[in-house]
């Protein structure tokens, strides 16, 4: 925490100071609707299950952006909801925070870890843009990409090793890409992310099958339908590694801009089987509040 | 030698061509071609027609340079510029790159927008009153975004600070 805090200041000040070197004037909410993309259920700037190339918030390369994001998932066995905030420098780097619970409620006591039991996770992440513009290079094939790194603590080490998980903490990392095809009025994004994360992170990482670091894939495309309102369906495929026939997820969604302070984003999403209960299929929302 | 005789020569029949419009101001000289509105035009009649031909085309820049020209963000970058000249250049590109059949006789991006300090924010701006003036006229959601496909690169050199 106090090394997120630190690189967090370090990474505010340097925004600041290469702004103020190149004499150029600090302007806030600059970009265009919805090119920043939603906030994901880990925090970061993306699609709804998928994290993007895009840097949150509405600054350009000449301010900050920051946002504040709740997302509530609504499962027939389980509820899921997170909160968190990210902020955007210059275009250029976000830093996230996201604070994920998932409640059991019934079904704790039917896996006899009791009602209302409650997994929570932190997800501290950082992302570099590190090539392309995702809005302005219609010119070319580079998408916008970006690499980045997640650091997950999930509360419950005692349970989710008992499940087999190998550790209760981990680093995810990854490399996005993402274009928008105004020409079509399309928007692409694929990301390849390197994980030991079991339910992303909620029951540990690592397990009896598997161990190691694994690529696996997050994408979305979603079509422009309007200045505000884009709809799309995303997929993201994750490891088996506790054994527990952990699927891959989906959904499909609408992402709507009422301005550049508030957007919502509603959804169906399949998160499959998870603990043994399959068939987790329900409405995904999420609202984001910034500049 | 011979390539400066041409680009004198092209340089003088430019300003020949070009008629002493009542309001326009005198520019420097420069080479005229369809090359400096910066991309390839859209083939065939389609996209003009989309955009309700080149007076539709005429009705969107107007609406969007009085936005442009009055909104506190935006309006000092217009303070010292010509604005009968922007009128008329910014419509032919327009009408140029939407497949009609004029020829473009402005400045190439980099060079008229040289002086003009425009950050990406002011870019933005007059997209968003772009897209606000074709929403106006009733151009497709579509088809606006395929003419902003075209100018999005522009932003390279549109946006020198």
């Known amino acids: 925490?106090?090394?997120f805090r630190a690189a967090a200041g370090v990474a505010a000040a340097l925004a600041a100071y290469a702004a103020h070197a190149d004499g150029q004037e600090l302007r806030p909410s600059g970009k265009l609707l919805l090119t920043g993309g939603v906030s994901d259920v880990e925090g970061a700037g993306g699609g709804g299950l998928a994290t993007w190339a895009t840097i949150t918030g509405y600054e350009t390369r000449d301010g900050i952006g920051a946002n504040l994001h709740g997302t509530m998932v609504d499962l027939p066995d389980y509820r899921f909801t997170a909160f968190g905030g990210a902020v955007g420098f210059l275009d250029r780097i976000e830093i996230s925070y996201a604070r994920q619970a998932f409640d059991t409620g019934d079904t704790g006591a039917k896996l006899g870890i009791g009602?209302?039991?409650?997994?929570?996770?932190d997800v501290f992440g950082a992302k570099l843009r590190v090539a392309g513009d995702a809005v302005y290079g219609?010119?070319?094939?580079?998408?916008?990409?970006?690499?980045?790194?997640?650091?997950?603590?999930?509360d419950r080490g005692a349970l989710v090793k008992a499940l087999g998980a190998k550790d209760d903490q981990g680093v995810d990392w990854y490399v996005a890409a993402t274009k928008v095809l105004l020409d079509q009025s399309l928007v692409l994004d694929g990301t390849i992310r390197a994980t030991k994360a079991n339910q992303t992170g909620l029951l540990g990482f690592g397990g009896p099958k598997n161990d190691g670091y694994q690529a696996q894939f997050e994408g979305s495309a979603a079509l422009l339908l309007t200045r505000r309102l884009a709809v799309g369906?995303?997929?993201?495929?994750?490891?088996?590694?506790?054994?527990l026939k952990e699927d891959d997820w989906m959904d499909v969604f609408a992402a709507y801009a009422v301005n550049k302070t508030l957007s919502v984003t509603?959804?169906?999403?399949?998160?499959?089987e998870i603990a043994t209960f399959g068939g987790q299929r329900g409405l995904y929302l999420s609202v984001q509040a910034g500049f | 030698m011979i390539r400066l005789l041409t680009i004198s020569a092209a340089v003088c029949l430019a300003m020949a061509a070009t008629p002493l419009l009542a309001a326009e101001k005198p520019v420097d000289p420069y080479v005229q071609s369809n090359a400096n509105a910066g991309v390839t035009p859209f083939a065939g009649d389609e996209m003009l027609r989309?955009?309700?031909?080149?007076?539709?085309?005429?009705?969107?820049?107007?609406?969007?340079l009085a936005r442009v020209t009055t909104d506190p963000r935006t309006k000092e970058i217009f303070a010292a510029t010509d604005m009968e000249r922007l009128r008329r250049v910014l419509k032919e590109q327009i009408v140029y790159i939407l497949g009609g059949k004029v020829d473009y006789t402005?400045?190439?991006?980099k060079t008229a927008h040289r002086d003009q300090g425009v950050q990406q924010t002011d870019f933005n701006i007059l997209v968003e009153h772009l897209q606000t003036a074709m929403d106006h006229e009733h151009v497709a959601f579509r088809a606006q975004n395929r003419l902003l496909a075209k100018l999005a690169p522009m932003e390279r050199d549109v946006v020198v600070r």
């Open chain 1, 1 to 3: 925490m106090r090394g």
């Open chain 1, 115 to 121: 009602k209302g039991f409650t997994f929570h996770q």
């Open chain 1, 138 to 154: 219609q010119d070319r094939w580079l998408p916008q990409v970006a690499v980045g790194a997640q650091f997950k603590k999930a």
């Open chain 1, 233 to 243: 369906v995303e997929y993201r495929t994750k490891p088996d590694n506790l054994g």
């Open chain 1, 266 to 272: 509603a959804g169906y999403a399949d998160l499959g």
């Open chain 2, 50 to 64: 989309a955009f309700h031909g080149p007076q539709g085309v005429s009705r969107i820049v107007d609406e969007m």
């Open chain 2, 106 to 109: 402005g400045r190439d991006m």
